[in-house]
């Protein structure tokens, strides 16, 4: 069974669009993240979310819009795709948003934008 | 703010030669530190952690020591083999920031037959 699995694995599309990455956990936990990782291997934080509630909301445009309709389940959608979003998206969980407790991450989407 | 700094460049190697990556790190309070492994074309897996001043990290023959007077955890193994070829990613969180992840920039390791 997948811990943390991300749908789709690659995403190619055109700039303007809309598109949305799935991200579901099956470890029971209370937080989950998402992160972007550039061509160069550096990753931020982008979002967490501790309970369906938003508690890390890093600054990234407002074109990128989390949503978590229950605690195991956290989307990301993105309007106006740019050249500058292609990256890969990782979501992450942990049992909970205190410090110090592992994050399990994803496979990732690998975004590519035309 | 909490950052993480690791040794600049890719890491060439050979089979079962010894492995040091360098890790230092600013932070507020007292972070947990972790180190990350990402190999190509998947996420990340932890590979070793630790949370207070002393205590050894170890995993898969990794090693690494939270050292709170030079601000250090540096990552080390002593004989490396073909599949530990990967991206290493030092990190902290803190009890102040919502577990938040940062990351070094990241260091890719090959190694070679």
């Known amino acids: 069974d997948t811990a943390v699995s991300q749908t789709p694995k690659y995403l190619v599309t055109q700039m303007g669009n809309d598109k949305s990455i799935k991200c579901e956990q099956n470890?029971?936990?209370?937080?989950m993240y998402w992160y972007k990782q550039d061509s160069k291997k550096f990753l931020k934080i982008m979002f967490s979310?501790?309970?369906?509630?938003?508690?890390i909301n890093e600054t990234v445009p407002n074109r990128f819009s989390p949503k978590s309709p229950d605690k195991a389940h956290l989307n990301l959608h993105i309007n106006s795709l740019e050249l500058g979003d292609s990256a890969v998206y990782f979501c992450?969980?942990?049992?909970?948003?205190?410090?110090?407790?592992?994050?399990?991450f994803g496979d990732g989407t690998r975004l590519s934008i035309l | 703010g909490n950052s993480v700094t690791q040794m600049e460049g890719p890491v060439t190697l050979s089979e079962e030669a010894f492995l040091t990556i360098n890790c230092t790190y600013t932070?507020?309070?007292?972070?947990?530190l972790f180190w990350y492994v990402q190999y190509p074309g998947e996420g990340l897996q932890l590979l070793l952690k630790?949370?207070?001043?002393?205590d050894k990290g170890s995993n898969k023959g990794f090693e690494a020591t939270y050292r709170k007077e030079t601000t250090s955890f540096h990552l080390e193994k002593g004989s490396v083999q073909v599949s530990d070829s990967a991206v290493y990613f030092c990190?902290?969180?803190?009890?102040?920031?919502?577990?938040?992840?940062?990351f070094g920039k990241g260091n890719q390791v090959v190694v070679i037959p």
């Open positions: 992450a969980s942990s049992r909970d948003n205190l410090g110090g407790q592992p994050q399990h």
């Open positions: 470890l029971g936990h209370d937080t």
């Open positions: 979310y501790n309970n369906k509630e938003l508690i």
């Open positions: 932070a507020t309070g007292y972070p947990s």
């Open positions: 630790a949370t207070k001043a002393d």
């Open positions: 990190a902290l969180s803190t009890n102040y920031g919502n577990n938040r992840l940062a």
